[in-house]
Nanobody, 121 residues
Framework: QVQLVEAGGGLVQAGASLTLSCVAS?????MGWFRQAPGKERGFVAH????????HYADSVKGRFTISRDNAKNAVYLQMNSLKPEDTAVYYC?????????????????WGQGTQVTVSS
């Protein structure tokens, strides 16, 4: 069982930047970030392939957020720029334990505990 630990959340003003990190306790395949705003379902934010060569984003964050990973550190990052109040949510790191074909927003086996990001207007 792989444990995921997120860090880097906080309270920022609109337009600011924030970087989230997630460290895994073991090897993972592709990884992703999801978020859940109050009263809403958890939704897909970004995905990165096992070797970091391919990334995919939700339309709402495309051009503002960047996902990256450092496999030597078993870590994945989410660089968030030009933050908006609607980005306020609990952000979750997720990882797959195997290769998965069937969409970037599903098939994750491990989840972190979440980190709160609050963007004030």
């Amino acid at each position: 069982q792989v444990q995921l630990v997120e860090a880097g959340g906080g309270l920022v003003q609109a337009g600011a930047s924030l970087t989230l990190s997630c460290v895994a306790s073991g090897r993972t395949f592709s990884m992703g970030w999801f978020r859940q705003a109050p009263g809403k379902e958890r939704g897909f934010v970004a995905h990165i392939s096992a070797n970091g060569g391919a990334t995919h984003y939700a339309d709402s964050v495309k051009g503002r957020f960047t996902i990256s990973r450092d496999n030597a550190k078993n870590a994945v990052y989410l660089q968030m720029n030009s933050l908006k109040p609607e980005d306020t949510a609990v952000y979750y790191c997720a990882a797959r334990s195997r290769y998965f074909i069937g969409g970037y927003d599903r098939g994750y086996d491990y989840w972190g505990q979440g980190t709160q990001v609050t963007v004030s207007s």
